[in-house]
């Protein structure tokens, strides 16, 4: 027998009234709220203490449930879980990696160009990860993997053949090659590290006809 609690009890009677607030904009990884007080709810994680945002959308506190959720307005594309997709990154705001989608692989996709994605830390490669830095870096090209594709693009690099395709040297940007497991700057000499795709530097003329990426 369940014993109903006065919590249970506010729950039922007040089942119909409308307790959601509606709250501003917010963008992945902002702060939403102490996870004392609330329980991370869609598109919302937990970290150390906090809850944060893993989507662009309003932030919604429901008072019943005690949860915090965000309801996306990412425009989502015609993307399943499963699909593998071209991205470059935009912004790395520990733990999240955050992606601006460029095309699917396999049948063309007409609306992904620019749609946001993330890549959360635990999801670009197994192991710890003690430096993000260390594995991907602003405007490097990647190949992930679709984990969600609604109602916000959540995406991982966690296989071999997923990572870093295309990198550029951060002293004079130019294309880097592969050396090993590092790269190497042909120009300059310079050496760096990524999380590198099986197909690194395989994938050149796919992009470039498709996108005029030029360097
Ligand atoms: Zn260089």
Redesign the pocket.
């Known amino acids: 027998m369940m014993l109903l609690t006065r919590d249970d009890l506010m729950t039922q009677i007040s089942i119909h009234s409308t307790s959601k607030k509606e709250a501003p904009l917010v963008v992945p990884g902002e702060g939403l709220g102490s996870a004392e007080e609330f329980l991370a709810g869609a598109e919302t994680y937990e970290d150390d203490g906090e809850i944060f945002s893993t989507a662009f959308g309003s932030m919604a506190h429901d008072t019943q449930e005690h949860t915090v959720e965000v309801k996306p307005i990412t425009k989502v594309p015609e993307l399943k879980n499963g699909d593998i997709v071209l991205c470059t990154v935009q912004d790395i705001r520990h733990p999240l990696v955050h992606v601006s989608l460029l095309l699917r692989e396999g049948p063309p996709t007409s609306d992904l160009n620019g749609v946001k994605g993330v890549i959360h830390v635990s999801k670009i490669k197994p192991g710890f990860i003690s430096d993000i830095w260390g594995e991907l870096r602003l405007v490097d090209v990647l190949l992930a993997r679709v984990l969600s594709a609604a109602p916000s693009i959540q995406l991982s690099t966690y296989e071999e053949d997923l990572g870093v395709i295309r990198a550029l ?1 951060l ?4 294309p ?1 090659e592969r050396r090993g497991n590092r790269l190497v ?1 042909t ?4 050496f760096e590290s990524r999380w590198l795709s099986g197909r690194y530097g395989r994938y050149d003329g796919f992009w470039k006809d498709q996108h005029k990426y030029r360097h």
């Open positions: 040297c002293n004079c940007r130019k880097m700057c120009n300059c000499s310079r």
